[in-house]
């Protein structure tokens, strides 16, 4: 462990100011970007983990179908995991939180570009949340579509769609600001000598992942907001009975989920690309393949979302066209796998907890990544689609990739966040079951659906039990893993060790000011003169 | 350039609603054509005109608080509120004269048309009213800078807001440029 003083300040950024008598209003007119990340971090994981709660019902209930809820709650239970996870955690995920607090830092600025507008984006963001929560208590029930919305049953069904649709709105509406603040703050407020090539990979995910925001979401809001015109006022775009077209909505809405889906995992590899280098002492192999693979995913992305379609009614051009361009995302993806796994090549690799969990996530992503290719390829899509492959697919690449990604940040900047050291031999025992339990559950899946276990069914022939027991123990152990990552994160934020201000040897600004972040960022900007991961030019 | 950002943004929402009306108008063109014909010209005209209008005194008013013309500024922007209000009330009676006709979603009248006739009024909504909303927005926001002029917060040396208040009226004046001619042109 390298240290290099205490770098103890006292309470940093979390010391009142006292401008408001309550803490929390303190904290809510704040427009401090530490402030806002962390109340950002602690809303996400609490989504998170009610989230994960919801799946487990779902696991455990596939156990043995109809014992433990019925087929109508079933149906809300994986709508509300989806909406939940999707559109609370992971969207938002990593760009609110760890973007929030460490991209100024990373940047060398004292702030975002507009501190009034992160501030009212983190107002949206819990508007938007209260009323997807408010939809489960309201009359007719929690949605019951699938968190995709797809029409024409989510125009005619009971449940309260309404209300969660016009949260997802006002979610995104809150994710168009973000993506604004942070494509401004990169371009304009580069500490003096940061040019474009100095910055930290993650700061170019982040600017990547800030086009795709404003990109995309102006579409869903659009196309959700037709959802809830039609609902309301009896709008027919997409109901067959006044001349719509149903159809027409899925490719609204993938125009918009399908960048969303790199609005989630552009970021994550930024976050590995930081942790990579770190723990192996080396600079970042390829710096600049793995930042311009990072845009090069985020154009590509934008011409692909036919391929959520392969089976809805499409012409065989436009469908081979899809399934060659979706081919094309692997090229960037596997740029930055390649990468990372060069930048561990003859490094001293220290092998803390943030490192394990991001190589899980290049070995859990890559597997993602390939059985992508497996149904991004015609022939087998019209065999797998909607079927349990699918969700092995994209749990392996949101959980497996996005999802570790965030455990990997919690864990490597919980000492700059908090001024505490975690402890290592639970944070490696929390990973480890974690990981095993992870595997264990959606490999199964992988299998179950080549099989043809069609997914969001609420039963199953006998044939697909054992598949079904397997996940669901596999299930067990991933709770497990979970309780003692967390049990051990939020018991070191009271009784860890003080954290000195550089634990791992960083290279990168944020490690150059003391833990926890004091209120001003930097006494004075730095200018900056060399690049981000410069390890080798110290050794020389 | 964070207006600029957000300005593309909502290219990109009423983007999604021109998506669908192409899109339709390509399945359902004779319908499109004959719904067109029931739209009232005049009154499209005659706001088309108010609205252009506004942008121009909008335009001005920025020039006006950049060489230091206070009054003239304030006068220039109290006619763009007043413009902006006269456009949503010609658009009120626009709409209350087809509602009376029994025109609007899901009405027993609209649901007899031919299926083309259904959307393209659904559209015409649609689109209309979030634009009618866009305008609302930007009366309510340029009455702030009026305040903000006249109290002195925006003059010569600071009045990046009414900069981009002006964008954004430009920006509501551009998209209904293009939904005049798509719903009262096109017959």
């Known amino acids: 462990m390298i240290s290099e003083g205490t770098g103890d300040t006292g309470a940093g950024f979390y010391e009142r100011t006292k401008k408001y008598r309550w803490v929390i209003a303190e904290w809510m007119m704040s427009t401090d970007h530490k402030r806002i990340g962390v109340m950002y971090l602690m809303a996400l994981l609490s989504f998170f983990s009610v989230g994960v709660v919801l799946g487990f019902t779902i696991r455990l209930s596939l156990l043995a179908p109809g014992l433990l809820v019925g087929q109508q709650t079933y149906n809300e239970l994986f709508t509300l995991h989806g909406v939940i996870q999707i559109f609370l955690f992971i969207i938002p995920g990593i760009p609110v939180a760890f973007g929030n607090i460490f991209l100024p830092i990373l940047i060398g600025a004292k702030d975002v570009a507009f501190p009034r507008i992160n501030r009212l984006s983190w107002w949206l963001y819990v508007t938007g949340a209260i009323l997807v929560l408010t939809s489960i208590l309201m009359k007719g029930g929690p949605p019951d579509t699938g968190w995709t919305f797809y029409a024409p049953y989510s125009i005619r069904t009971p449940a309260n769609i309404s209300t969660a649709v016009m949260g997802v709105f006002v979610l995104g509406f809150s994710s168009i600001l973000t993506g604004l603040n942070f494509v401004t703050t990169i371009h304009r407020m580069r500490a003096p000598g940061m040019g474009w090539f100095r910055m930290p990979a ?55 989920s399908h960048p969303a889906v790199y609005i989630m995992v552009l970021p994550a590899m930024g976050i590995i690309s930081e942790i990579v280098p770190v723990f192996a002492r080396r600079s970042l192999f390829g710096y600049v393949a793995v930042c311009m693979s990072a845009l090069g995913i985020a154009i590509v992305g934008y011409a692909v979302w036919g391929h959520h379609m392969f089976t809805s009614g499409m012409s065989d051009t436009a469908r081979v066209i899809f399934s060659f361009v979706s081919f094309l995302v692997a090229v960037p993806s596997g740029v930055k796998i390649f990468n990372w796994v060069s930048t561990l090549y003859k490094g001293s690799i220290e092998t803390d907890a943030p490192l394990l969990f991001a190589l899980s996530f290049i070995f859990l992503f890559s ?30 690449v949101m959980f497996g990739g996005a999802g570790f990604s965030i455990l990997a940040a919690l864990h490597y900047w919980f000492p700059k966040i908090t001024g505490r050291m975690y402890d290592e031999r639970f944070a490696k025992l929390g990973w480890l079951n974690l990981f095993i339990g992870f595997n264990i559950l959606y490999f199964s899946m992988f299998v179950l659906g080549f099989q043809g276990m069609p997914r969001r069914y609420f039963d199953y022939p006998s044939q697909y039990h054992t598949g079904h027991v397997i996940s669901t123990m596999g299930s067990w152990f991933l709770a497990i893993g979970l309780v003692i990552i967390f049990a ?27 833990s926890p972040l004091p209120r001003e960022n930097f006494e004075e900007i730095p200018v900056i003169t060399r690049g981000p991961y410069s390890y080798e030019e110290e050794a020389r | 350039m964070g207006m600029w950002f957000f300005l593309f943004t909502e ?23 004959s719904g067109a ?11 088309t005109c108010i609205l252009l209008t506004s942008s121009f005194t909008i335009a001005l008013s920025i020039g006006a608080i950049k060489k230091g013309l206070k009054n003239l500024s304030l006068r220039l922007q109290f006619a763009t509120i007043l413009m902006g209000l006269a456009f949503l009330v010609i658009k009120y009676f626009e709409w209350t004269a087809k509602i009376n006709l029994g025109i609007y979603p899901d ?50 040396d600071d009045n990046a807001r009414l900069e981009n208040t002006g964008l954004y009226w430009h920006f509501v004046d551009i998209v209904w440029i293009y939904l005049y001619p798509l719903f009262y042109l096109i017959t």
């Open chain 1, 202 to 256: 993650f700061p170019w995910t982040l600017y990547a992942t800030g086009w795709v925001q404003m990109l995309a979401t102006p579409v869903l809001a659009i196309t959700l907001l037709f959802i809830f015109l039609g609902r309301v006022f009896g709008v027919g775009f997409f109901d067959p009975t006044k001349g719509g077209d149903p159809i027409l909505y899925e490719h609204l809405f993938w125009m918009y």
């Open chain 1, 367 to 396: 597997i993602g990544g390939l059985t992508g290719l497996i149904i991004g390829a015609l022939a087998t899509n019209l065999h797998l689609h909607g079927t349990y492959f699918i969700v092995g697919h994209f749990h392996y």
């Open chain 1, 488 to 514: 051990n994160l939020i018991r070191s934020i009271f009784k860890g060790v003080k954290a000195p201000m550089n634990p791992w040897g960083g290279k990168t600004l944020e490690w150059t000011i003391p």
């Open chain 2, 11 to 33: 290219i990109l929402f009423f983007g999604g609603m021109f998506l669908l009306y192409s899109i339709y108008r390509y399945k359902y063109a004779l319908d499109f054509h």
């Open chain 2, 37 to 47: 014909a029931e739209e009232n010209i005049i009154l499209g005209t005659i706001n």
């Open chain 2, 107 to 156: 009405s027993p009248v609209l649901l007899k048309l031919s299926k083309g006739e259904i959307l393209f009024f659904g559209l015409y909504y649609v689109m209309t009213g979030l634009h009618g909303l866009h305008v609302l927005v930007g009366v309510v926001v340029i009455s702030f800078m009026f305040y903000f002029t006249r109290s002195g917060t925006i003059n010569r």
